[in-house]
């Protein structure tokens, strides 16, 4: 089969599809057929030799949708032939081998890269917010509102009837207006026209983009545990860091159905093939992104 590998830290061009062995199914797992990977900025951050470190040689990728090929012993949740949505380390490639509480149903009206989507994206944006337990009356701001996670947190977080303010690129104001965010410019000058939307301050932050946003919380006077950062920096500042771990198979069964009902709004910014794959995470780490990054497989 061929799966996603590098040897070496660095850019996207480290990236290699190269032929290994096909796993097999141990007890209580499966092998699944991909069908769609999601790709994240956590990818990026471990390729690039950031913590955590992966030894090398690495695989690529933690989120995936695909149908199930061959049953190990005593894994009796799937049968061959069913559509399951997962996660794991390093799966990207034609196939991969997951245990069983890995893995959970997809709906079959779900496209595949929608559902390839949830794993990580979705869910880590989930719990993220759920963590704050924004209410409504507090004022709560998500950085790169529009991107892979904050897309998926700027909904979570206006359905709890919070005022919401999401930083994005100008060309991403609008949707983000579409999905009852606020949206400002960030950059330079952010705590100067966060102070100007927001003269009674924040009371949650919700940050995917890193340093800049956290610094600019604590200018404003947000208490650290009132900041929740996936971005790799929540021990630089003290600051909480709630993601998604492993899969919670009750919450992803919900966001697919309601990605299904079109409860959830979904957006894939790009879509690559896996022969593409070195281009797919090039179009990520450009940034500026609305929605995800999809590889189809």
């Known amino acids: 089969m061929i799966a996603a590998r590098y040897a070496r830290y660095g850019g996207p061009e480290v990236i290699e599809l190269v032929e290994v062995p096909e796993p097999l199914p141990g007890r209580g797992e499966y092998l699944v057929g991909l069908r769609a990977a999601g790709i994240n900025p956590a990818d990026v951050k471990v390729r690039r030799g950031a913590t955590p470190i992966a030894p090398l040689p690495s695989g690529v990728g933690r989120e995936f949708a695909g149908v199930v090929l061959a049953a190990g012993e005593g894994a009796s949740d799937f049968r061959v032939g069913d559509e399951v949505i997962g996660t794991g380390e390093w799966v990207i490639g034609e196939r991969v081998v997951a245990p069983e509480h890995l893995l959970v149903a997809k709906p079959t009206a779900l496209p595949w890269t929608w559902a390839a989507s949830i794993p990580v994206a979705i869910q880590t944006a989930a719990v993220a ?65 966060l102070r100007e939307l927001a003269p009674d301050g924040l009371d949650v932050v919700l940050d995917h983009e890193g340093r800049a946003t956290i610094e600019t919380a604590l200018e404003l006077g947000v208490p650290r545990e009132r900041i929740n950062t996936i971005s790799g920096y929540d021990g630089w500042y003290a600051v909480r860091y709630v993601g998604r771990k492993g899969l919670d198979r009750e919450l992803v069964s919900g966001i697919a159905q309601e990605l299904v009902d079109g409860r959830l709004r979904m957006r894939v910014e790009a879509e690559f093939p896996l022969a593409r794959i070195v281009d797919a995470y090039r179009r990520l780490e450009s940034g500026h992104l609305a929605g995800k990054v999809v590889l189809t497989v």
């Open 129 to 193: 917010v759920a963590s704050q337990d924004p209410r409504p009356g507090d004022t709560v701001l998500v950085s790169a509102a529009a991107g892979g996670v904050g897309f998926f947190a700027s909904q979570f977080a206006v359905r709890t009837g919070a005022r919401v303010i999401g930083t994005a690129s100008e060309r991403n104001h609008e949707l983000l207006r579409e999905l009852g965010v606020e949206p400002v410019n960030y950059g330079p000058g952010l705590a100067e026209r």
